[in-house]
Protein backbone atom coordinates (compact mmCIF):
# COMPACT_ATOMS: atom_id res chain seq x y z
CA UNK A 1 0.00 0.00 0.00
CA UNK A 2 1.09 3.34 -0.68
CA UNK A 3 1.77 6.64 1.36
CA UNK A 4 -1.49 8.07 -0.48
CA UNK A 5 -3.13 5.27 -0.05
CA UNK A 6 -2.33 5.11 3.90
CA UNK A 7 -3.19 9.33 3.91
CA UNK A 8 -6.34 8.71 1.96
CA UNK A 9 -7.88 5.60 3.76
CA UNK A 10 -7.11 7.66 7.38
CA UNK A 11 -8.62 10.79 5.86
CA UNK A 12 -11.89 8.77 5.18
CA UNK A 13 -11.49 7.07 8.66
CA UNK A 14 -11.60 10.75 10.15
CA UNK A 15 -13.07 13.08 8.30
CA UNK A 16 -15.91 11.27 5.85
CA UNK A 17 -15.56 10.46 2.29
CA UNK A 18 -16.26 12.85 -0.72
CA UNK A 19 -19.36 12.13 -2.14
CA UNK A 20 -20.76 13.10 -6.47
CA UNK A 21 -22.91 16.36 -6.28
CA UNK A 22 -26.06 16.02 -6.75
CA UNK A 23 -26.87 15.76 -10.02
CA UNK A 24 -30.93 16.51 -9.45
CA UNK A 25 -29.64 20.06 -8.38
CA UNK A 26 -27.31 20.41 -11.38
CA UNK A 27 -30.04 19.91 -13.70
CA UNK A 28 -32.95 22.31 -11.54
CA UNK A 29 -30.39 25.08 -12.18
CA UNK A 30 -29.81 24.66 -15.49
CA UNK A 31 -33.84 24.57 -16.51
CA UNK A 32 -33.71 28.18 -14.18
CA UNK A 33 -31.25 29.01 -16.37
CA UNK A 34 -32.87 28.40 -19.86
CA UNK A 35 -35.88 30.11 -18.65
CA UNK A 36 -34.57 33.35 -17.90
CA UNK A 37 -35.44 35.93 -20.57
CA UNK A 38 -32.04 35.91 -22.04
CA UNK A 39 -30.42 34.06 -25.03
CA UNK A 40 -29.46 30.54 -23.79
CA UNK A 41 -26.18 30.26 -22.22
CA UNK A 42 -25.72 33.75 -22.30
CA UNK A 43 -23.90 34.04 -18.93
CA UNK A 44 -21.29 31.77 -20.94
CA UNK A 45 -19.03 30.04 -18.33
CA UNK A 46 -20.52 31.48 -15.33
CA UNK A 47 -23.54 29.08 -15.84
CA UNK A 48 -21.54 26.17 -15.55
CA UNK A 49 -20.54 27.92 -12.55
CA UNK A 50 -23.72 27.94 -10.84
CA UNK A 51 -24.53 24.45 -12.26
CA UNK A 52 -21.57 23.22 -10.42
CA UNK A 53 -22.52 25.15 -6.98
CA UNK A 54 -26.41 23.91 -7.31
CA UNK A 55 -24.85 20.43 -7.37
CA UNK A 56 -22.28 21.13 -4.46
CA UNK A 57 -24.82 22.71 -2.62
CA UNK A 58 -27.66 19.60 -3.52
CA UNK A 59 -30.10 22.79 -4.09
CA UNK A 60 -31.08 24.95 -6.93
CA UNK A 61 -31.40 27.87 -4.32
CA UNK A 62 -28.28 29.44 -5.00
CA UNK A 63 -26.82 32.18 -2.08
CA UNK A 64 -22.66 32.99 -1.99
CA UNK A 65 -22.90 35.94 0.36
CA UNK A 66 -21.07 34.58 3.19
CA UNK A 67 -17.58 33.57 1.40
CA UNK A 68 -14.07 33.11 3.31
CA UNK A 69 -10.35 33.31 1.73
CA UNK A 70 -7.90 30.67 3.67
CA UNK A 71 -4.81 31.95 3.03
CA UNK A 72 -1.56 29.30 4.19
CA UNK A 73 1.48 31.19 4.86
CA UNK A 74 5.24 29.30 4.80
CA UNK A 75 8.53 29.95 4.64
CA UNK A 76 9.99 27.53 2.04
CA UNK A 77 13.70 25.95 2.44
CA UNK A 78 14.86 25.98 -1.38
CA UNK A 79 15.06 29.86 -1.16
CA UNK A 80 18.60 28.97 -0.21
CA UNK A 81 19.70 27.96 -3.46
CA UNK A 82 18.58 31.58 -4.80
CA UNK A 83 15.71 30.67 -6.41
CA UNK A 84 13.55 33.88 -5.42
CA UNK A 85 14.24 37.84 -5.96
CA UNK A 86 14.10 38.47 -1.96
CA UNK A 87 14.77 36.51 0.68
CA UNK A 88 12.48 34.49 2.90
CA UNK A 89 12.12 37.30 5.70
CA UNK A 90 9.74 38.70 3.03
CA UNK A 91 7.30 35.96 3.91
CA UNK A 92 7.07 36.69 7.81
CA UNK A 93 6.80 40.62 6.70
CA UNK A 94 3.84 40.33 4.43
CA UNK A 95 2.22 37.84 6.81
CA UNK A 96 2.60 40.63 9.48
CA UNK A 97 0.77 43.13 6.99
CA UNK A 98 -2.15 40.04 6.14
CA UNK A 99 -2.94 39.90 10.05
CA UNK A 100 -3.40 43.55 9.95
CA UNK A 101 -5.71 43.78 7.00
CA UNK A 102 -3.65 45.78 5.20
CA UNK A 103 -1.73 43.20 2.69
CA UNK A 104 -3.03 42.96 -1.17
CA UNK A 105 -5.87 40.39 -0.16
CA UNK A 106 -6.75 42.00 2.86
CA UNK A 107 -7.39 45.10 1.14
CA UNK A 108 -9.43 43.34 -2.36
CA UNK A 109 -11.34 41.10 0.32
CA UNK A 110 -12.83 44.50 1.72
CA UNK A 111 -14.33 45.03 -1.49
CA UNK A 112 -15.52 41.87 -2.50
CA UNK A 113 -17.27 41.10 1.14
CA UNK A 114 -14.79 38.03 1.61
CA UNK A 115 -13.58 37.38 5.44
CA UNK A 116 -10.08 36.67 5.26
CA UNK A 117 -8.10 33.99 7.29
CA UNK A 118 -4.35 34.03 7.61
CA UNK A 119 -2.88 30.70 8.54
CA UNK A 120 0.66 30.25 10.03
CA UNK A 121 1.44 26.46 8.70
CA UNK A 122 4.59 26.90 8.60
CA UNK A 123 6.79 30.42 9.27
CA UNK A 124 9.78 30.32 10.74
CA UNK A 125 9.98 31.94 14.41
CA UNK A 126 8.00 33.22 16.37
CA UNK A 127 4.12 33.57 16.46
CA UNK A 128 2.87 36.23 14.37
CA UNK A 129 -0.17 38.02 16.31
CA UNK A 130 -3.30 38.11 14.44
CA UNK A 131 -2.32 35.14 12.27
CA UNK A 132 -4.32 31.87 13.13
CA UNK A 133 -1.78 29.74 14.37
CA UNK A 134 -1.83 26.34 12.67
CA UNK A 135 2.41 25.75 12.64
CA UNK A 136 3.44 22.49 11.75
CA UNK A 137 7.43 23.38 11.55
CA UNK A 138 9.51 26.17 10.83
CA UNK A 139 9.48 26.27 7.01
CA UNK A 140 10.94 23.37 5.03
CA UNK A 141 14.16 22.01 4.04
CA UNK A 142 16.01 22.62 0.86
CA UNK A 143 15.05 19.85 -1.19
CA UNK A 144 17.56 20.16 -3.47
CA UNK A 145 19.88 18.59 -0.50
CA UNK A 146 17.46 16.45 1.44
CA UNK A 147 13.37 15.89 1.40
CA UNK A 148 11.54 19.11 2.05
CA UNK A 149 8.82 16.85 4.64
CA UNK A 150 8.31 14.51 6.83
CA UNK A 151 5.54 12.12 5.89
CA UNK A 152 4.03 13.36 9.34
CA UNK A 153 4.45 16.83 8.80
CA UNK A 154 2.23 16.30 5.41
CA UNK A 155 -0.63 14.64 7.10
CA UNK A 156 -0.79 17.05 10.00
CA UNK A 157 -1.20 19.98 7.49
CA UNK A 158 -3.66 17.96 4.47
CA UNK A 159 -5.86 17.46 8.01
CA UNK A 160 -5.17 20.89 9.42
CA UNK A 161 -6.87 22.26 5.58
CA UNK A 162 -9.56 20.14 6.34
CA UNK A 163 -10.08 20.95 9.58
CA UNK A 164 -10.04 24.46 8.94
CA UNK A 165 -12.65 24.04 6.05
CA UNK A 166 -15.16 22.23 8.58
CA UNK A 167 -15.10 24.41 10.55
CA UNK A 168 -16.11 27.49 8.58
CA UNK A 169 -18.94 25.23 7.07
CA UNK A 170 -20.10 24.94 10.72
CA UNK A 171 -19.99 28.89 10.36
CA UNK A 172 -22.35 29.14 7.52
CA UNK A 173 -19.48 29.98 4.60
CA UNK A 174 -20.96 28.50 1.15
CA UNK A 175 -17.74 29.35 -0.59
CA UNK A 176 -14.12 29.51 0.15
CA UNK A 177 -11.36 30.93 -2.00
CA UNK A 178 -7.74 29.86 -1.52
CA UNK A 179 -4.25 31.77 -1.16
CA UNK A 180 -0.69 31.50 -0.18
CA UNK A 181 2.11 33.51 0.57
CA UNK A 182 5.47 31.62 0.61
CA UNK A 183 8.87 33.34 -1.02
CA UNK A 184 10.26 30.44 -3.65
CA UNK A 185 6.70 28.50 -3.30
CA UNK A 186 6.60 28.79 -7.39
CA UNK A 187 9.66 26.69 -7.35
CA UNK A 188 8.38 24.33 -5.43
CA UNK A 189 5.20 24.05 -7.18
CA UNK A 190 6.94 23.83 -10.46
CA UNK A 191 8.65 20.80 -8.81
CA UNK A 192 5.67 19.31 -8.08
CA UNK A 193 3.95 20.33 -11.57
CA UNK A 194 6.99 18.82 -13.40
CA UNK A 195 7.21 15.76 -11.55
CA UNK A 196 3.72 14.91 -11.53
CA UNK A 197 2.45 15.45 -14.64
CA UNK A 198 6.07 14.35 -16.06
CA UNK A 199 7.07 17.19 -18.01
CA UNK A 200 10.38 18.84 -18.30
CA UNK A 201 11.35 21.68 -15.61
CA UNK A 202 11.66 24.30 -18.73
CA UNK A 203 8.06 23.82 -19.65
CA UNK A 204 6.89 24.77 -16.28
CA UNK A 205 8.91 26.91 -14.55
CA UNK A 206 8.16 30.58 -14.62
CA UNK A 207 9.81 33.85 -13.60
CA UNK A 208 7.75 33.79 -10.01
CA UNK A 209 7.60 37.73 -8.78
CA UNK A 210 10.44 38.56 -10.89
CA UNK A 211 13.61 37.31 -12.48
CA UNK A 212 15.81 38.09 -14.83
CA UNK A 213 16.59 35.48 -17.55
CA UNK A 214 19.81 34.39 -15.90
CA UNK A 215 18.08 34.29 -12.96
CA UNK A 216 15.31 32.42 -14.39
CA UNK A 217 17.97 29.63 -16.04
CA UNK A 218 18.93 29.45 -12.29
CA UNK A 219 15.46 28.49 -11.49
CA UNK A 220 15.38 25.75 -14.14
CA UNK A 221 18.21 23.97 -13.29
CA UNK A 222 17.77 24.09 -9.80
CA UNK A 223 14.37 22.34 -10.35
CA UNK A 224 16.28 19.72 -12.92
CA UNK A 225 18.58 19.22 -10.54
CA UNK A 226 16.23 18.09 -7.40
CA UNK A 227 14.07 16.24 -9.62
CA UNK A 228 17.12 14.01 -10.25
CA UNK A 229 18.12 13.93 -6.55
CA UNK A 230 14.90 12.62 -5.65
CA UNK A 231 14.45 10.12 -8.67
CA UNK A 232 11.46 12.17 -9.43
CA UNK A 233 12.41 12.58 -13.13
CA UNK A 234 12.06 8.64 -14.44
CA UNK A 235 8.34 8.94 -14.09
CA UNK A 236 5.27 8.51 -12.39
CA UNK A 237 5.53 8.69 -8.51
CA UNK A 238 3.42 8.46 -5.63
CA UNK A 239 1.52 11.81 -5.06
CA UNK A 240 2.47 11.91 -1.02
CA UNK A 241 5.97 10.49 -1.70
CA UNK A 242 6.07 13.91 -4.56
CA UNK A 243 4.86 16.47 -2.26
CA UNK A 244 7.09 15.65 0.73
CA UNK A 245 10.61 15.58 -0.93
CA UNK A 246 9.70 18.90 -3.17
CA UNK A 247 6.51 20.27 -1.79
CA UNK A 248 5.62 23.03 0.83
CA UNK A 249 3.58 23.19 3.95
CA UNK A 250 1.67 25.98 2.18
CA UNK A 251 0.59 23.81 -0.33
CA UNK A 252 0.25 20.20 1.62
CA UNK A 253 -2.13 22.93 3.59
CA UNK A 254 -4.12 23.86 0.23
CA UNK A 255 -4.29 20.26 -0.60
CA UNK A 256 -6.34 20.01 2.59
CA UNK A 257 -8.55 23.14 1.86
CA UNK A 258 -9.66 21.40 -1.41
CA UNK A 259 -10.22 17.69 0.34
CA UNK A 260 -11.95 19.85 2.75
CA UNK A 261 -13.94 21.38 0.11
CA UNK A 262 -15.33 17.99 -1.36
CA UNK A 263 -15.74 16.55 2.05
CA UNK A 264 -17.85 19.30 3.67
CA UNK A 265 -19.35 19.95 0.14
CA UNK A 266 -17.88 23.43 -0.25
CA UNK A 267 -16.61 25.02 -3.60
CA UNK A 268 -13.30 25.97 -3.45
CA UNK A 269 -11.90 28.35 -5.95
CA UNK A 270 -8.49 27.80 -7.02
CA UNK A 271 -6.20 30.91 -7.18
CA UNK A 272 -2.76 30.75 -9.07
CA UNK A 273 0.24 28.75 -9.18
CA UNK A 274 0.38 27.63 -5.86
CA UNK A 275 -3.38 27.10 -5.24
CA UNK A 276 -3.54 25.06 -8.57
CA UNK A 277 -0.35 22.45 -7.36
CA UNK A 278 -1.93 22.06 -4.41
CA UNK A 279 -5.34 21.29 -6.29
CA UNK A 280 -3.84 19.15 -8.74
CA UNK A 281 -2.39 17.47 -5.44
CA UNK A 282 -5.47 16.95 -3.87
CA UNK A 283 -7.15 15.33 -7.80
CA UNK A 284 -4.09 12.82 -7.50
CA UNK A 285 -4.83 11.96 -3.69
CA UNK A 286 -8.75 12.11 -4.10
CA UNK A 287 -9.79 12.30 -7.40
CA UNK A 288 -14.03 13.73 -6.30
CA UNK A 289 -12.10 16.59 -5.40
CA UNK A 290 -12.26 17.70 -8.55
CA UNK A 291 -16.08 17.83 -8.54
CA UNK A 292 -15.47 20.65 -5.89
CA UNK A 293 -13.11 22.91 -7.49
CA UNK A 294 -13.63 26.47 -9.64
CA UNK A 295 -10.33 28.00 -11.49
CA UNK A 296 -10.82 31.46 -11.06
CA UNK A 297 -7.94 32.68 -13.30
CA UNK A 298 -5.03 31.86 -15.37
CA UNK A 299 -1.60 33.73 -14.74
CA UNK A 300 1.04 34.19 -16.25
CA UNK A 301 2.87 31.40 -14.89
CA UNK A 302 3.35 28.56 -17.91
CA UNK A 303 2.94 25.84 -15.14
CA UNK A 304 -0.61 26.80 -14.85
CA UNK A 305 -1.96 25.95 -17.91
CA UNK A 306 -0.89 22.35 -17.76
CA UNK A 307 -2.33 21.95 -14.26
CA UNK A 308 -5.60 23.35 -15.54
CA UNK A 309 -5.68 21.06 -18.74
CA UNK A 310 -5.22 18.10 -16.35
CA UNK A 311 -7.79 18.81 -14.07
CA UNK A 312 -10.15 19.91 -17.30
CA UNK A 313 -11.03 23.42 -15.40
CA UNK A 314 -11.74 26.07 -17.26
CA UNK A 315 -10.18 29.61 -15.84
CA UNK A 316 -12.52 32.64 -16.02
CA UNK A 317 -10.28 35.50 -15.70
CA UNK A 318 -7.30 36.16 -18.57
CA UNK A 319 -5.55 39.18 -17.24
CA UNK A 320 -1.97 38.15 -16.68
CA UNK A 321 -2.29 38.52 -12.52
CA UNK A 322 0.22 37.59 -10.88
CA UNK A 323 -0.71 39.18 -7.71
CA UNK A 324 -0.51 36.29 -5.08
CA UNK A 325 -2.41 35.75 -1.85
CA UNK A 326 -5.54 34.47 -3.21
CA UNK A 327 -6.33 37.75 -4.58
CA UNK A 328 -7.59 36.49 -8.09
CA UNK A 329 -10.09 34.20 -6.55
CA UNK A 330 -11.22 36.84 -4.62
CA UNK A 331 -11.89 39.26 -8.24
CA UNK A 332 -14.42 36.11 -8.91
CA UNK A 333 -16.72 37.29 -5.87
CA UNK A 334 -17.88 40.55 -7.86
CA UNK A 335 -18.65 38.47 -11.26
CA UNK A 336 -20.31 35.42 -9.55
CA UNK A 337 -22.67 37.91 -7.60
CA UNK A 338 -23.49 39.10 -10.76
CA UNK A 339 -24.30 35.89 -12.35
CA UNK A 340 -26.07 34.80 -9.07
CA UNK A 341 -28.14 37.67 -8.86
CA UNK A 342 -29.25 37.62 -12.53
CA UNK A 343 -30.18 33.79 -11.95
CA UNK A 344 -32.24 34.75 -8.58
CA UNK A 345 -34.01 37.79 -10.04
CA UNK A 346 -33.97 37.58 -13.29
CA UNK A 347 -37.34 37.22 -15.27
CA UNK A 348 -38.51 34.42 -16.97
CA UNK A 349 -39.94 34.03 -20.33
CA UNK A 350 -43.36 33.23 -18.91
CA UNK A 351 -43.41 35.96 -16.71
CA UNK A 352 -43.40 38.62 -19.72
CA UNK A 353 -44.88 36.58 -22.90
CA UNK A 354 -42.45 35.91 -24.73
CA UNK A 355 -41.64 32.93 -26.63
CA UNK A 356 -38.76 30.89 -25.34
CA UNK A 357 -35.32 30.06 -27.26
CA UNK A 358 -34.72 26.39 -27.92
CA UNK A 359 -32.12 24.71 -27.90
CA UNK A 360 -30.15 22.64 -30.63
CA UNK A 361 -27.81 20.15 -30.44
CA UNK A 362 -24.84 21.77 -33.15
Do not use: W
Not at 37 to 50: V, Y
Request: one cysteine or more; a negative charge; proline letters at 4%.
Amino acid sequence: MSRSDDIRNIIEGDFGRPGPIDETAMGLVRKRLDSIAKPLDGLGDFEEILVKIGGIAGSDRINIKKRAVIVMCADNGIVEENVSQVDSSVTRDVAKLMSEQISSVGIMSGVAGCDTFPINIGIKGEKIPGLIDMKIADGTADFLKRPAMRFDDVFQAISAGIELVGTLKEKGYSMIATGEMGIGNTTTSAAIIASVLFRMPEEIVGRGAGLPDEGLLHKINVVREALRFHELDTGPRDIIDILSRVGGLDIAGLTGVFVGGAIHRVPILIDGLISATAALVAAKLMPECVDYMIASHIGNEPGMRYVFDELKLKPVINAGLRLGEGTGAIMMFPLLDMAVELYNKGVSFEDIKLKEYERYDV
